[in-house]
């Protein structure tokens, strides 16, 4: 027989009802504000990680005090710590014994054991994963036991460690995390320091041998290889990062600037041109196009048209492409050469630092909404190398993409919900699978306005 219904239980349900109604509306009205209101920007640098920016940098580590050289060494300190989210650095005076070839640093006086990878980039482990780690040893105190071996090479002068392991040949990574850290951290050394470079890969040795030779006035040592014991009164493993391809002059020793870093390549790769001009360089009446070209993904489907386009502009046009043959010096004097140098989006654009003075920059910025990335990447570090720098935002019109995926496909209509994704899903969309035909009306327009950026002669 059933049981009365309780004078309760219709209240109960009624209850339950309005509360599902509720958490249904509630769900609906989030997927419609992901879906459609959400921030265009949402903070896309910091969730993926790719904000070449230190921010929390803590400057009471950081002496700039005594005398110039002892700004790396402060014995309050330990002896290895962040100089940012990106970088550690360790340093040490003493007997210092290097045996390279076992990735070990024999170091008296030491508190303890360290392990150091010198490469700035620690955010990321897949860079990270590719760089050689290094055992910092304490020996000769009284509870030491390691032995260390006898030195079979002195130097009178500091040692630096540091790695071109992590994505060594990406023209943009060789900058921004091996070649201005390395600068910021020992140009006042005034040569008198002795590198030790870890990966070392000798195409790459050779390529930056000009720039190491005015950082250094000894031969770079290929130190995981080299069989030698090298013994220092001093050393300093890691370089300091900044922000990327910048440095902040408040925190850098001699209070040195990036425009001191392109001076010294300008002597490095004896670059003639100091200042850009609208008339291009002496003996020439039209300023010099230098078009980066590429053979994979993001490259100009229309290059030779815009070559053409250009030219009717009154540009002399220039087109090359950049890789890991391409002899540096000779293109160093082939970028300074040009007043104004586009490209898409991509490592080339990093050779801007061979650009004179008040030279443009065009960064073509493919579809996808990446103004965010081409920010961070090229446009900040222009401001301070006094570049003038111009963007070309692709237009769905002018992408690849537009014949890749369907009228209305997700990634075409909602690029920022992409970014949502992580860093992998952005690249994958939108630089690994898309090229670009500019509207060449478009681009002569964008000429015309980079070469009102030009000075005067």
């Not at 005090?65 to 002896?79: A, K, L, Q, S, W």
């Not at 770079?220 to 990062?241: K, L, M, Q, S, W």
């Not at 002496?282 to 053409?308: G, Q, T, V, Y």
């Not at 970014?419 to 690994?432: E, N, P, Q, S, V």
Request: proline letters at 7%; one cysteine or more.
């Amino acid at each position: 027989m059933k049981q009365p219904r309780g004078r309760q239980e219709p209240r109960r349900m009624g209850n339950a009802a309005m509360v599902v109604t509720m958490l249904v509306s509630l769900c609906v009205l989030t997927y419609i504000k992901a879906r459609y209101c959400s921030n265009p920007f949402p903070k896309p640098a910091e969730e993926l990680e790719v904000a070449e920016i230190d921010e929390d940098y803590d400057s009471t580590r950081y002496k700039l005090t005594g005398p110039i050289g002892e700004e790396d060494f402060d014995p309050t300190r330990p002896t290895c710590y962040n100089t940012s989210k990106r970088s550690e650095r360790c340093a040490a005076v003493g007997d210092i014994r290097v045996d390279g070839n076992h990735s070990k640093i024999y170091i008296s006086p030491l508190s303890r054991e360290w392990k150091t990878k010198p490469y700035a980039r620690l955010h990321d482990p897949v860079a990270m994963d590719d760089v050689r780690e290094y055992t910092l040893v304490p020996f000769g105190g009284a509870n030491d036991t390691a032995v260390p071996p006898l030195c079979t090479k002195n130097h009178t002068v500091p040692g630096f460690l540091f790695s071109n392991g992590g994505f060594a040949g990406n023209l943009y990574h060789d900058y921004t995390d091996v070649l201005v850290p390395l600068f910021t951290s020992t140009h006042h050394f005034n040569g008198e320091v002795q590198f030790m470079l870890s990966g070392m890969k000798d195409w790459w040795n050779d390529k930056m041998t000009p720039l190491f030779k005015l950082l250094s006035n000894y031969k770079v040592i290929d130190v995981d290889n080299d069989r030698e014991v090298h013994c220092f009164p001093r050393i300093v493993i890691g370089a300091t990062f900044h922000r990327a391809m910048g440095i902040d002059p408040s925190r850098s020793p001699g209070g040195v600037t990036v425009a001191d870093f392109k001076r010294l390549l300008r002597r490095a790769f004896r670059l003639e041109r100091a200042v850009a001009s609208r008339t291009g360089a002496p003996r020439r009446d039209k300023p010099r196009l230098l078009i980066i070209s590429r053979k994979s993904s993001r490259r100009f489907m229309n290059e030779r048209a815009m070559a053409r386009a250009a030219a009717e502009a009154r540009f002399d046009v220039r087109i090359a492409e950049p890789d890991n043959h391409t002899d540096t010096p000779n293109f160093a004097r082939l970028v300074n050469s040009a007043d104004v140098m586009v490209g898409v989006h991509g490592a080339g654009l990093t050779n801007m630092v061979f650009l004179p003075s008040r030279a443009v920059l065009i960064q073509v910025v493919p579809f996808g909404g990446l103004e965010w990335l081409a920010g961070v990447t090229f446009k900040d570090p222009a401001r301070d190398m006094d570049v003038n720098y111009m963007e070309y935002n692709v237009s769905l019109e002018e992408s690849s993409l537009r014949d890749l995926y369907p009228e209305g496909h997700f990634y075409l209509k909602h690029p920022y919900d992409v970014h949502k994704k992580g860093w992998d899903a952005i690249k994958r969309t939108y630089l690994d699978k898309q090229n670009v035909r500019l509207n060449l009306t478009k681009f002569t327009n964008t000429l015309e306005q980079a070469r009102e950026l030009l000075p005067l002669p």
